[in-house]
């Protein structure tokens, strides 16, 4: 769509153009024709007079045209029109070389400025141009045809010539008109552009003044409206709290002043939104009056003593000399002191200096609030007195409001012919000063008025007759008793100065101070509770309703909240959104973070009603959330239900827990059943076995001996063969007896014989009676600790380290290394407080994951047939637990396994 209305502007933009350039090239040729005469008269004097007359003729033609051309039709078709203007011409010069020398006359010059002018003046396309081209060729042609006819003579050179300079004319004047085309086209649609971001901008600026003005209006009528009910609620409540027929508990009187405190700041922020409006229309009224500054100011800082004092801040104000009176607003004089005083007590922490000072500066009076706050960030300095802006617009911002106060400042100053500025070195304090005229104190007249500034109207200055009827009404019926029978007025007008000096900010007074609790969890019959939340007032009120039903801890930012909960895990969490330190999601997260408090149950307090803040509260981890005003009801029931299902999902995992370890109990029972079953029919089944079994291998051994012993009776030759194949028949022989003592030992083991025993050489008898087995390449590495004594049997524990190394060997001779690694087994030892360890570690084929739970078990091998029985690892395990120990094994798949040989350590000498 608008690709489209850009065409069309650009084809009636071009009409247009073409039109009003028509006209002037019908202007040119009109006096440009006739002045040719004079190269008449040098060139062909004789056909002189003949010329001018086809010259006049010529001018006459194109005023007729020019006339065309200013008509509708001259509108519509424009473009044939151009080329027909090129033609006037084109055809009397051609006419002109006709008569003459034809090909040889000079004239053909005339058709290149034709079509250069024409061109340039007419801004033809290049189909234009091209069309314009031929015609002047054909013209000029037609010309030198018709006088060769007539004379039979042509000068083929000078033909040449002049076609080749009007072909590159032709293209120079194609080629130009192209190009001036394109940069036209250009150049009307980024004014095209430029145009219409030029309304859309307007009429976005006028859409911003509506909603500005808008705005101001809302914000005046609201104010208003807000400032009637606020009136029915204050003067009750100031009735109740200085009435002396009516006797109040301390809970009580407490209420009242929370209730009209907050009454008191939400008055003040409505004054000064309205104080804004009122700049804003133009309908904020200086009245100036003589004040003794230095009597302002200290009662000023009388004001603000108690807010001082409980900040621990120290209050300074001084006035140099010879500065004493000066003529002021007192209203909007005190409003700006006011603001910059509390901003300091706000941002300055405890054991810092707030200095007030005023002094004469040649034609102005300045006057300054320096502390030693936080200070302020050189690149947030310029936005300090702009409307609603804040340095911290986060949820966790640990200084409240809402961004008018400095902006309000800075308008009243301004308002008054003055100007104000601000210094400020984070980590050492800020200062801000304003400068206003000083002027002479008249004697007593009327009250000046600023020029320009609407008239007077009242203590609101807003003419808004109907609302302050309204304020004043409200007073008279809800405050009979006013104070002192003063007009109602006065004591209106008296409140809303009283407001000015509720800053609205949090005390160190009023600090959450919890009574002493037990740690842990609550061990009373009532359940315990966190509240969390930055306003004391708050924090009062939510304790006053929740203190007979829990037992109530508090906490003033989201740090503290996180804090109490691991110090002393409530049983539920109330907590605010909006917080110091870290917020209410955050607090969530760190909840559900930690394993303790996973579970807890927190409700979230919010002002904020939208989807999205709901949605990322639950997201958060709260279980529920409750948006402020509620009631106190509801608050009940929500925390019940919560530490109701909480207390049921409390029971039901403890009732899983024990359901899950009976499970693990019986599985445990069951496969105890079956290994005493598998051990006791291995040890009637081994019992038999080694009885039949050893008695065929005493006759065996006895008879090796025998033949040993008659090894002498062979011939020389034989004996060795002989001895080998009796070594042979005695080691399978002592194998045998070594299964069964192992089956003997698994299926009836004996205490062990503890003693005192080197390491050091525990490890090298194993390894001495290995030798035969550890070579090709395997290397032994020992890290033991020096003159390191177990207490334990040393055959048992031989026994262990034997089959320990035994598996470790035939685990690198299956592996194969890459190049670089060599096959290695390392031993070490060491004391690691009440325990003795001793580790065998190796590079070989590590253990399958699947199998490392199962290595332990009676008859257990991953080994091939023959090769072993199962039997090892089980009587290591057994071995172990008769020494009180255990033995632990860490392993990966190619790349190692170790064991771990762990003793109770007792002291040896």
């Known amino acids: 769509m608008r690709i489209e209305e850009s065409q069309r502007a650009f084809q009636e933009y071009n009409r247009e153009l073409t039109v009003s350039n028509l006209q002037v090239g019908c202007f040119v040729g009109v006096l440009l024709m006739p002045a040719g005469t004079v190269l008449d008269l040098a ?59 034809g090909a040889s006359s000079p004239y053909y010059a005339g058709l290149n400025l ?66 001036h085309s394109h940069l036209r086209r250009r150049e009307f649609q980024s004014r095209f552009e430029l145009d219409q971001s030029r309304q859309r901008l307007e009429e976005s600026n006028r859409k911003l003044l509506e909603m500005d003005e808008t705005k101001s209006r809302f914000f005046a009528n609201v104010s208003h409206e807000l400032r009637t009910p606020l009136t029915l609620l204050l003067a009750p409540l100031e009735t109740l709290i200085h009435s002396k027929r009516h006797r109040l508990d301390n809970q009580a009187r407490d209420w009242l002043l929370t209730m009209q405190a907050n009454g008191m700041r939400l008055l003040k922020l409505i004054n000064d939104l309205l104080d804004l409006v009122r700049i804003e229309s133009g309908a904020l009224e200086i009245r100036r009056e003589p004040i003794e500054l230095r009597e302002f100011l200290q009662g000023l800082g009388n004001e603000l003593r108690h807010a001082a004092m409980d900040k621990r801040v120290r209050l300074e104000i001084g006035v140099e000399p010879p500065l004493s009176r000066v003529l002021a607003d007192r209203d909007k004089l005190e409003k700006v002191i006011l603001n910059l005083l509390f901003n300091a007590i706000k941002f300055t922490p ?58 309000l400042v800075k308008e009243l100053v301004e308002a008054q012919g003055g100007e104000i500025r601000a210094d400020s070195t984070v980590g050492q304090g800020t200062t801000i000063g304003f400068s206003l005229p000083f002027l002479e104190p008249l004697p007593p007249a009327a009250p000046e008025t600023v020029p320009g500034a609407a008239p007077e109207m009242g203590s609101d200055a807003v003419p808004a007759s109907a609302p302050q009827a309204a304020e004043a009404a409200a007073v008279s019926t809800a405050a009979p008793d006013a104070p002192a029978g003063a007009p109602q007025a006065e004591w209106l007008a008296a409140l809303y100065r009283r407001a000015e000096f509720f800053p609205g900010m ?35 009120f939510l304790r006053s309703q929740l203190e007979t039903q829990f037992e109530v801890l508090e906490a003033i930012d989201g740090q503290q909240a996180i804090d109490k909960i691991v110090q002393f895990l409530p049983d539920l969490v109330l907590c605010d959104m909006m917080m110091p330190e870290k917020d209410g999601l955050q607090v969530c997260r760190e909840i559900r973070e930690r394993t303790a408090t996973r579970n807890l149950p927190i409700l979230i307090l919010t002002a904020r009603a939208d989807e999205r803040t709901k949605i990322s509260v639950l997201a958060a981890g709260a279980n529920d959330f409750l948006t402020k005003p509620f009631s106190s009801t509801e608050l009940y029931v929500r925390l019940t239900n919560l530490m109701s299902a909480h207390e049921y999902e409390r029971r039901l995992t403890t009732q899983n827990k024990r359901l899950e370890a009976l499970v693990d109990q019986l599985k445990e029972t069951e496969a105890q059943l079956v290994r005493n079953e598998k051990m006791a029919s291995l ?26 012993s008659r090894l002498a009776c062979l011939p020389a030759e034989s004996r060795p063969e ?22 003997r030992a698994f299926c009836h083991p004996q205490g062990a014989q503890a003693e005192p025993i080197e390491v050091a050489s525990l490890v090298a008898m194993a390894t001495r009676f290995l030798s035969h087995e550890i070579k090709n390449g395997i290397q032994i590495e020992l890290d033991l600790e020096t003159c390191h004594r177990i207490y334990a049997d040393r055959n048992r524990i031989l026994q262990v380290l034997i089959n320990l190394l035994q598996n470790s060997v035939q685990s690198l001779r299956k592996k194969v290394f890459p190049n670089g690694e060599q096959p290695l087994v390392w031993i070490q030892s060491r004391i690691d407080g009440n325990h003795d360890l001793i580790l065998v570690r190796d590079n070989g084929l590590g253990i399958a994951p699947e199998n490392v739970d199962k290595i332990f078990e009676p008859f257990f091998t991953t080994k091939d047939v023959g090769e072993g029985t199962g039997l090892g690892l089980s009587i290591c395990y057994q071995i172990m637990r008769e020494h009180h120990g255990e033995i632990r094994v860490q392993s990966e798949v190619n790349r190692f396994c170790e064991f771990a040989l762990d003793f109770p350590r007792k002291e040896t000498e």
């Open 350 to 407: 405890a054991g810092g200096r707030i200095r007030l000072r005023a002094h004469r500066q040649d034609d102005f009076w300045r006057c300054e609030v320096s502390d030693t706050g936080i200070g302020i960030a050189p690149q947030q300095l310029p936005f300090i007195f702009d409307r609603f802006w804040q340095v911290d617009t986060s949820s966790r911002r640990k200084y409240q409001g809402l961004g008018i106060g400095l902006a």
């Open 683 to 708: 040890g009637r089944l081994s019992a038999g076995i080694i009885h039949e079994i050893n008695n065929p291998l005493n006759y065996v051994l006895t008879g090796i001996h025998f033949l040993k």
């Open 114 to 179: 034709v079509l250069l002018v024409v061109a340039i003046i007419a801004h033809w396309t290049i189909r234009q141009s091209f069309i314009a081209f031929a015609l002047v060729v054909l013209m000029y042609l037609t010309a030198c045809v018709v006088n060769y006819e007539q004379h039979r003579t042509l000068n083929s050179g000078a033909l040449v010539n002049n076609l080749y300079f009007l072909v590159v004319t032709g293209l120079i004047v194609m080629v130009g008109s192209h190009y």
């Open 506 to 540: 949090v005390t160190v007074q009023s600090s959450a101070q919890s009574k002493e609790l037990p740690l842990g969890p609550a061990a009373g019959a009532r359940p315990r509770i966190l509240i969390a939340d930055d306003e004391p007032d708050m924090l009062r």
């Open 43 to 101: 060139v062909y004097r004789s056909e002189w007079s003949h010329f001018l007359q086809l010259r006049l003729l010529c001018s006459v033609l194109i005023g007729l045209f020019w006339m065309l051309v200013v008509s509708p039709i001259g509108q519509r078709y424009h473009r044939i029109l151009g080329i027909t203007l090129a033609m006037f011409p084109t055809g009397f010069m051609a006419w002109m070389i006709m008569v003459t020398d």
């Open 722 to 743: 002989a001895s080998e194949i009796l070594h042979d028949i005695e080691e399978g022989t002592e194998r045998i007896k070594v299964i069964v003592s192992d089956l």
